[in-house]
Nanobody
Framework: QVQLIESGGGLVQAGGSLRLSCAVPGRAFAMYAMGWFRQAPGTEREFVASISWSGTTTYYADSVKGRFTISRDRANNMMFLQMNSLKPEDTAVFYC?????????????????WGQGTQVTVSS
């Protein structure tokens, strides 16, 4: 079992920034592709960004390209999502996810492990 622990959510004004963190205790982190998803009330969970196990490949949803940056710190078993130029439509619960192997998924049902989520609220 892989434990994922998100942090960094909060309330921010439109145009502001937040940095989400996902801690992954244990030695398995290096072998996992990682992703960020979000879910607003009444909507399905949607892909935000993902990063390969090596950190060399990243993918982004069109809605966040140029504003969000995903990264990972392999030495400290951490993954991050830097969110800039936030918009009210970014308001959601953000989840980090992990999947073992070399494939870097963009579909929620391909991920094996999930964190508990962290709320991001962007006011207009």
């Amino acid at each position: 079992q892989v434990q994922l622990i998100e942090s960094g959510g909060g309330l921010v004004q439109a145009g502001g920034s937040l940095r989400l963190s996902c801690a992954v205790p244990g030695r398995a982190f290096a072998m996992y592709a990682m992703g960020w998803f979000r879910q607003a009330p009444g909507t399905e969970r949607e892909f935000v960004a993902s990063i390969s196990w090596s950190g060399t490949t990243t993918y982004y949803a069109d809605s966040v390209k140029g504003r969000f940056t995903i990264s990972r710190d392999r030495a400290n078993n951490m993954m991050f999502l830097q969110m800039n130029s936030l918009k009210p439509e970014d308001t959601a619960v953000f989840y980090c996810a992990a999947k073992a192997g070399v494939v870097t998924p963009r579909l929620a049902n391909e991920y094996e492990y999930w964190g508990q989520g962290t709320q991001v609220t962007v006011s207009s």
